[in-house]
């Protein structure tokens, strides 16, 4: 017997399909409670559906919106339901995120049947110094890139005396590939909500603030929502006075994710980030003391008052306790959002979570757009904040990339900082010269015209920007050359001494060519060709080809391939 159906309704969902998959639902079984709930991380298999029958939940993945694909979920059929793989049921721990995508993600009241606010409940029984020191205890570092610990800040805060005291969302999720709080803001918003409540708690903030990126367009409205319902339960009321929960939409600069830059735009100016000290718990919005946290941050504190500061220190390791959320993308057979208990080695969250075979994974990219590569031979090594600064890369707010064998370091690395590149603010001469000088390098090795003084030239400039840079963006973004210069080397030279790309993917470095023998001359590639590169005689003139791949992709006899070539 049915008693409601769930319908994965996160933008994965979304964008999969969910809404015509709900939308025939409801026409197929209009009798049934059809609840929107949120992500639950395996997005692989969007659209998802959870149907609650009386004895247990069943899933059902990668649903089509036909009369068929849903009459097959309301009639329970084995053969059509979802069952995560046995390697991520065992290596995944489920503790901030135990609640997305099960429940209603603006209803209060099934927050609260999931002991939603007890946290909160607990913090306001205690005195708010306790509450401090509870968070402190529990070893919770930040989870938006840098890992200061949580704790610590708050106190910093606490012992501020000021009329007005600010406490930060920071929901600038600006990484490329990155959803973690993105996917927390949208399928809990009352968790997220509720820490900053216990914060303000803790912390004697008279104000909180979220400021969230505007293409979150979700996101925001279930923030919205949530904010509306805490108001019209007095839950804002916090040690007597009434704290205004306000939201700012970000315009989506990818340095307002520092704290100091976040602040000015908050403020209504540019957002480009200032000198420290003062630090923003001296001198922050306003001039007032203010603290800042990320979403996942926030997310976790209930866990922590609920529970206890012991229990939650039990997760993880010495200096990195708890669990950590990763947006897993790239050459993965299950891609999503999963979340891991820290010092899981990098192996078993690639190979066992994400499903890549052994041996197809070359590298990951981790820590955002300026984290570094580490590559398979250390793969082993511990997922945690001091294991990744020790191979060069830090553990950012959860972006973690695959790249796969086929893939180009060196073409990859200038990805990344191509992105670095165009979001930096301008305001230190280092990260806005030097990394466009960094860039003309890698421009000129992808393009068959480096030489090997520019690897020297790299590494000299990368190391000044890190020392010269303000803020976190330019300290960092040197990272994915420099560790891709560290790592894989032989590539770059490969590039600059034999002028060819070992992986066949800078098209300057790169020939088309037809195997003669192989192809059945039937002439797709000449209609495909947009600039008529190929003779019909079946010849490609790589001086015209734009290598597109469209001749590739389109040939029936994968006669047609990329060689060497370029400067060969």
């Known amino acids: 017997m049915i008693k409601r159906i769930k319908v994965g309704m996160a933008s994965c969902g979304i964008a999969a399909g969910a809404t015509e998959v709900r939308d025939m639902l409801e026409e197929l079984g209009s009798e049934h409670e059809i609840v929107e709930v949120g992500c639950i991380g395996h997005c692989y298999a969007e659209p998802l559906i959870e149907v609650e029958t009386e004895d247990e939940s069943l899933f059902f993945g990668n649903v089509e919106p036909t009369r068929a694909s849903i009459q097959s979920v309301l009639d329970l059929e084995e053969s059509a339901r979802f069952q995560p793989h046995a390697a991520r049921q065992a290596l995944e721990a489920l503790h901030v995120t135990a609640l997305a995508g099960r429940i209603d993600p603006i209803s209060m009241d099934e927050y609260r049947e999931h002991r939603g606010y007890e946290g909160l409940e607990k913090a306001l029984a205690q005195d708010p110094a306790r509450v401090v020191e509870e968070v402190d205890q529990s070893g919770l570092r930040g989870r938006g890139g840098g890992g200061f610990p949580t704790g610590r800040k708050w106190r910093m805060l606490a012992q501020k005396t000021s009329p007005r005291k600010v406490l930060i969302c920071n929901a600038d999720e600006g990484d490329p590939g990155a959803f973690m709080d993105r996917s927390l803001m949208e399928s809990l918003p009352h968790q997220v909500l509720e820490g900053m409540l216990i914060g303000a708690h803790a912390t004697g903030a008279t104000e909180l603030y979220i400021y969230c990126r505007a293409e979150y367009p979700l996101a925001l409205r279930n923030l919205r929502t949530a904010v509306e319902q805490i108001e019209n339960a007095g839950l804002n009321r916090i040690g007597g ?139 082993d090594a511990p997922i945690d904040y001091d294991s990744l600064g020790e191979l060069g890369a830090i553990m950012g707010s959860g972006g973690l990339i695959a790249i796969g064998q086929q893939r180009c370091m060196v073409k990859t690395a200038r990805y990344f900082l191509d992105f670095t590149t165009r979001e930096s603010c301008g305001k230190c001469t280092f990260c806005r010269v030097g990394t466009k000088r960094m860039l003309e390098s890698l421009d000129g090795i992808v393009g068959g015209k480096g030489s090997e003084e520019d690897l020297d030239r790299l590494e000299d400039l990368g190391g000044k920007i890190i020392n010269g840079s303000l803020c976190g963006l330019g300290q960092t973004a040197p990272g994915p050359v ?87």
């Not at 005689?537 to 060497?564: K, L, Y």
């Open 241 to 379: 006075r009434t704290l205004e929960i306000s939201i700012k939409e970000g315009a989506g600069a990818f340095v307002c994710g520092e704290e100091t830059a976040l602040i000015h735009s908050l403020e209504g100016k540019r957002g480009t980030p200032r000198y420290r000290p003062p630090y923003p718990t001296d001198e922050g919005y306003k001039g007032y003391p203010s603290a800042i946290n990320n979403v996942e941050t926030f997310a976790n504190i209930p866990l922590i008052l609920r529970s206890g500061a012991d229990q939650y220190a039990r997760i993880g390791v010495q200096g990195s306790t708890g669990t950590k959320l990763f947006a897993m993308a790239g050459d993965l057979q299950y891609a999503g959002l999963v979340e891991v208990p820290m010092g899981l080695s990098i192996r078993e969250v690639i190979h066992g979570i994400g499903g890549a075979p052994e041996g197809s994974v070359k590298a990951i990219q981790i820590g955002g757009p300026s984290g570094g590569c580490i590559p398979a031979e250390h793969f």
């Open 482 to 568: 420099l560790t891709t210069l560290r790592y894989f080397r032989d590539e770059y030279l490969a590039h600059v001494r034999d002028g060819c790309c070992p992986s066949l993917e800078c098209d300057a470095l790169v020939d088309v060519t037809i195997d003669l023998e192989a192809c059945i001359e039937c002439g797709a590639c000449i209609r495909v060709c947009p600039v008529s590169a190929i003779s019909e005689d079946f010849v490609v003139d790589n001086d015209v080809c734009t290598r597109c791949n469209s001749c590739i992709e389109i040939c029936p006899a994968d006669a047609i391939s990329r060689e060497t070539g370029g400067n060969d």
